[in-house]
């Protein structure tokens, strides 16, 4: 992930780290489900090594939903930042819920996320620590 992708994670442990608000559009009620990048990789690699007669589509991703509040929270609880929410309006093509079945994962390739949330966002934070070439954190526990 890069330091300025815009994406919800990466926006949100930047933003924690450097002090600066958290960005949240709407209440923070809507929900997106996280998959972090091992689970994502192993699932593609599974895909393109089946047979022929496996198509798609087939999601791979996180079944599990989190609301966007509740993601910056647990940034801000990990990362031990003083970062406030700050709420702006939501736009209206935002969608309120995003979730994937991958029931297809689970019976055509025997696929599921292993990875739990807080253990990929430790990983995550450590990796954006670093690549903002902050020292590594004192022992600030993964939030469950």
């Known amino acids: ?14 933003q924690a780290l450097n002090g600066e ?4 559009y709407g209440e923070g009620d809507q ?28 999601n791979i991703g996180n079944p599990h939903e989190i609301t966007i509040r509740e993601m910056a929270e647990r940034v801000i609880a990990l990362t031990g930042s003083k970062s406030q929410l700050v709420f702006k309006p939501l736009p209206q093509d935002d969608p309120m819920q995003r979730c994937p079945d991958i029931t297809k994962a689970r019976s055509q390739l025997g696929w599921q996320p292993r990875v739990h949330l807080a253990d990929g966002l430790e ?18 526990k993964a939030v469950s």
């Open 123 to 140: 990983k995550t934070v450590a990796y954006f620590r670093e690549a903002l070439g902050m020292r590594p954190a004192a022992s600030v």
């Open 1 to 14: 992930m890069q330091i300025n992708d815009g994406r919800v994670v990466s926006n949100f442990i930047v």
């Open 21 to 24: 608000p958290i960005t949240i």
């Open 31 to 58: 929900t997106r489900s996280f998959c972090f990048v091992d689970d994502q990789i192993d699932g593609l690699m599974r895909l393109m090594n089946t047979e022929d007669a496996v198509t798609g589509p087939i």
